[in-house]
């Protein structure tokens, strides 16, 4: 028998911003390294089915920050993998909610396995992309400063590659 895996619903458990009133938002950057030294990306559409971004949402209260990214990375790409320490955090607008300010926290997560079966298959598609690929496509700003971090903090540690 298989398992089914199913994306969490809601928001009775969502945390919110003391500071902005809005959402606390968690996410990661999938990576893996080539041979040939370089970091690749794993990135996802929207919901909707286009744009370029990485998995994020809502930090609930029974998680701690690094379970939410990898709950994220699950339910959006279908991938598992290990967290890495914070890249940082960033306070954004909502695009939906234009009256809303969210907090951002992001998280390198070195990719160990790719689902073939995963919660949010049907609505997103995920692709492995260069970082320039993804620093000319993402419009999320502070997405792309976040994987500036990643960058820099490995171009920093080669020998942990």
């Not at 996802?44 to 998995?55: N, V």
């Not at 320490?85 to 960033?90: D, E, K």
């Not at 234009?98 to 073939?116: C, I, K, N, S, W």
Request: with cysteine; charged share 25%.
């Amino acid at each position: 028998m298989a398992a089914v895996l199913v994306a969490r619903q809601g928001r009775e458990l969502q945390r919110y911003s003391k500071n902005t009133g809005g959402r606390i938002v968690v996410g990661c950057i999938p990576y893996r390294v080539r041979c040939d030294g370089e970091l690749e990306v794993l990135v996802i559409t929207s919901q909707k089915g286009h744009g370029m971004m990485f998995p994020k949402g809502g930090w609930e209260e029974d998680e701690s920050m690094d379970e939410a990214a990898r709950r994220e990375a699950l339910e959006e790409a279908g991938v598992l993998g290990d967290t890495e320490t914070v890249l940082g955090f960033w306070h954004y607008k909502s695009r939906r909610y234009v009256d809303q300010t969210y907090e951002g926290f992001m998280f390198p997560l070195r990719v160990a396995d790719e689902l073939h079966q995963w919660p949010e298959m049907a609505n997103r598609k995920r692709t492995w992309a260069t970082v320039q690929q993804v620093m000319d496509g993402c419009s999320h700003w502070w997405m792309r400063e976040a994987l500036e971090k990643l960058v820099a903090r490995h171009a920093m540690l080669p020998s942990a590659l």
